[in-house]
């Protein structure tokens, strides 16, 4: 090779190097974002992430490698919802991600144009999130969880477990979106169930102590803690709080239980979550929230914590151990 042909060379390749880095940062900036907006808090929510990365998977989409995520958490406040709704519309992400009643109000307040996927515990139908789970219409669609729906059942099998008790305890998170529908179809089936039932509510962690000094003084039976991000992002100090007072309490997700709850009954949580994420992925090839119907979860857990249950007294009844469907040693 001739010294000029080798120049040539070297300065081609030089030119190529230099044009490497460059490339790459145009990729990584040309990646299609999405944003997550929780109600919860990141710790006891790592189960369900772990779903919606599976689900996105199944979409062929992988985070840093072609998608980037922006994560918001707002931690059981409600009240930073809109910002940080705001700030994802600001930011142009490609597809909101949402995981409460919440939440999702306040993306659909935020924005009309970003396509708008929630997981999420109430009836989206009710909330006027959709206008019904076929023909979602408009720029929302996603999975109802029935979480917030299944408190009467939830009741149900808190009253069998401690099935001598009178009087039962509810605690419900009154700025929660879905509380007015939870709580009415707890005091049907107390009705039902000719059982007395004590409605509390709390609104921030220090409402707890004096909810289960109210526990123990209207000599409740048990505990039914109502579904919502607020209590499932603080469901340590709850299962603290049972414990200390000799509380047989039964709540919404598996993990509660497997964190020392005495009893759980709703949905899979991670794989709820995992079909919001092959729906956002969906979204990101193109297809059009109007075009996917909001689904039904199908996947239900109910879950007894067996050391628990001995930590409190209890015997678990034959009917109970016959539904069940986990106990943890």
């Not at 994560?71 to 909101?96: I, K, N, S, T």
């Not at 206008?131 to 729906?149: E, H, K, Y």
Request: proline share 5%; aromatic share 8%; with cysteine.
């Amino acid at each position: 090779m001739s010294d000029l042909r080798r120049r040539e060379f070297i300065a081609l390749l030089g030119g190529a190097a230099a044009a490497w880095p460059l490339a790459a940062r145009a990729q990584q900036a040309a990646l299609p974002t999405i944003g997550l907006l929780l109600g919860g808090a990141p710790k006891p929510l790592q189960p369900a992430l772990a779903g919606f990365h599976r689900g996105l998977a199944e979409s062929g989409y992988v985070e840093s490698q072609n998608v980037t995520i922006e994560y918001r958490f707002a931690e059981g406040r409600f009240e930073r919802l809109p910002a940080l709704a705001a700030d994802l519309v600001r930011r142009q992400v490609g597809v909101m991600v949402v995981s409460s009643p919440d939440a999702a109000l306040a993306a659909k307040q935020a924005t009309a144009t970003i396509p708008i996927v929630f997981s999420i515990g109430g009836d989206p139908v009710q909330l006027g999130l959709v206008a019904s789970l076929s023909r979602p219409g408009g720029n929302v669609t996603g999975v109802f969880q029935f979480t917030a729906a299944l408190e009467a059942k939830r009741l149900g099998l808190l009253h069998e477990m401690v099935s001598k008790a009178n009087t039962l305890a509810a605690l419900v998170h009154a700025n929660y979106s879905g509380a007015e529908f939870q709580v009415r179809d707890m005091h049907e089936a107390a009705a039902r169930l000719n059982i007395q039932l004590v409605v509390l509510t709390a609104n921030s962690e220090n409402d707890f102590d004096a909810v289960f000094a109210r526990v123990a003084q209207q000599r409740a039976g048990g505990l039914l803690v109502c579904a919502s991000p607020f209590f499932y992002s603080r469901h340590e100090r709850l299962i603290a709080l049972a414990a200390h007072y000799s509380v047989p309490a039964i709540y919404e997700w598996r993990e509660i239980a497997a964190a020392g709850g005495l009893m759980s009954y709703g949905t899979n949580l991670p794989d709820a979550y995992r079909q919001a994420g092959a729906y956002a992925g969906r979204i990101l090839k193109g297809a059009k929230p109007a075009d996917l119907p909001a689904m039904q979860s199908t996947k239900f857990e109910f879950v007894i914590n067996l050391r628990t249950a001995k930590t409190l007294g209890l015997d678990i009844p034959a009917n109970l151990l016959s539904f069940v469907d986990e106990v943890i040693e």
